[in-house]
């Protein structure tokens, strides 16, 4: 069967993104009050925001979404430390131009998913774009997976995916369609 649609996850595996993250994320974490080491934040790297939030023990929901907030607002500021996987990226515009389906799926949230997509110059080039709020569950569910098959009327036969991350490849293997891994 051939390969209808290419998924590719963003951070860490169409963009690396972590220094940009972590930059945006520490300074959201010094206007609080707190702390980030690097260190800490890549155990960290590919959570939810929430599970990030409870692996490094911040619990009041406030603060919670003062980070996430303040994240958000500072991300863009970093965006020039972000690395594109260009060669990944030309074969996803080079696969869309033959008539392939394109989609991006993150649990990345979305305004930070699309504004960094802009900021490479990249929006366009996918027919579709799902972030963490589009799920219910995070990866390792193959939720995201399933649902950008469900949506462009693709098999998991059909179907590709790029990760990078532990957790996005669990996810790639539960929902059932061909995958690679990629380092960055």
Avoid: W
């Amino acid at each position: 069967m051939e390969i209808k649609l290419i998924i590719t996850d963003f951070d860490g595996t169409l963009v690396n993104t972590f220094q940009a993250n972590y930059h945006a994320y520490r300074e959201a974490f010094e206007q609080m009050g707190l702390s980030l080491s690097e260190d800490t934040y890549r155990e960290c790297y590919g959570l939810r925001f929430d599970g990030f939030m409870d692996k490094v023990g911040i619990v009041d929901d406030e603060v919670r979404r003062s980070i996430r907030s303040i994240k958000g607002e500072c991300y863009p500021d970093y965006f020039g430390l972000l690395h594109v996987n260009q060669p990944l990226l030309d074969m996803i515009r080079i696969f869309r131009q033959g008539g392939g389906l394109t989609a991006v799926a993150s649990t990345a949230r979305g305004k930070n998913l699309n504004n960094a997509l802009g900021h490479i110059g990249a929006k366009d080039d996918f027919d579709l774009i799902l972030a963490g709020e589009d799920v219910k569950e995070g990866k390792p569910s193959p939720e995201i997976y399933n649902n950008v098959m469900q949506r462009m009327r693709v098999t998991p036969a059909e179907t590709l995916i790029f990760e990078d991350s532990p957790v996005g490849l669990q996810a790639a293997q539960a929902a059932g369609a061909h995958y690679i891994k990629i380092n960055l």
